[in-house]
């Protein structure tokens, strides 16, 4: 199976120095900024620096190394923001929208980590609506 990436995406763009982005934490594999358009207070993207569409190409295909930092990397932040509940934060929620059924705008592989306030139940359809 062969993942097909589109280096043109917004988030190789922003990998590549070629826009801006709101950066929060850099590591030898991973970057994490900013939402554009956050749904919560605190609301950050944490991708590989690699060249992976989503998570299985990532899960699948990553180094031992890059799947490491991703995973400290996310957690990290949870505690950086104040949200993981063993910091005494309120709690946050984890997203990797894939695929056309799991609603991905961006093909680069990216985490949504939001916190800061209280979120509805997990999943809604297309109307918003809770299916
Ligand atoms: P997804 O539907 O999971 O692919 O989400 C892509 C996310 O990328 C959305 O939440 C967008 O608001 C966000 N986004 C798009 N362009 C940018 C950008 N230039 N900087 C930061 N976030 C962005």
Redesign the pocket.
């Known amino acids: 199976m062969a993942y097909a990436y589109d280096n043109q995406n ?1 988030f190789a763009k ?1 990998l590549r120095g070629e ?1 801006p ?1 709101s950066t929060v934490l850099e590591t030898e594999h991973c970057l994490a ?5 956050p749904a919560a207070p605190d609301h950050i ?1 944490v991708i590989p620096k690699g060249a992976y569409v989503n998570f299985d190409h990532f899960g699948n295909e990553a180094s031992d190394a890059e799947l490491l930092d991703f995973s400290r990397t996310v957690a990290r932040i949870a505690r950086d923001t104040g949200a993981a509940p063993d910091a005494g934060g309120q709690g946050y929620r984890l ?1 990797a ?1 894939t695929g056309r059924h799991g ?4 093909p680069h592989f ?1 985490i ?1 980590l939001i916190a800061g306030r209280q979120l509805g139940r997990m999943i809604q359809n297309e109307n918003g609506e809770k299916s």
């Open positions: 917004i922003i826009i982005n900024f900013r939402d554009i358009a993207l997203i929208n609603v991905q705008d961006v990216h949504h």
